[in-house]
């Protein structure tokens, strides 16, 4: 299945830290996929990375770590 819009939707306003060198809070992506459905791809998701901090994402196939890189490097 291919998708084809991607949008995505940060829920409640927050600031992140100061020396965070990621900081994703509490946020949703929804694919439109070529049938008109809204598919969720991440919900309610919050993370943050310090500056110097070594982070590591692992998961099941599908659960969205692509996603999830892919979001924060735009």
């Not at 809204?38 to 692992?58: K, N």
């Amino acid at each position: 299945m291919q998708l084809q819009s991607m949008a995505a939707e940060k829920l409640s306003p927050a600031a992140p830290p100061s020396d965070a060198a990621i900081a994703i809070d509490d946020v949703t992506l929804r694919f439109l996929t070529p049938d008109g459905h809204m598919m969720t791809a991440i919900r309610d998701f919050t993370m943050t990375v310090a500056r110097g901090e070594f982070a590591c994402v692992v998961g099941p196939t599908g659960c969205g770590k692509s996603t999830t890189l892919n979001l924060v490097t735009g």
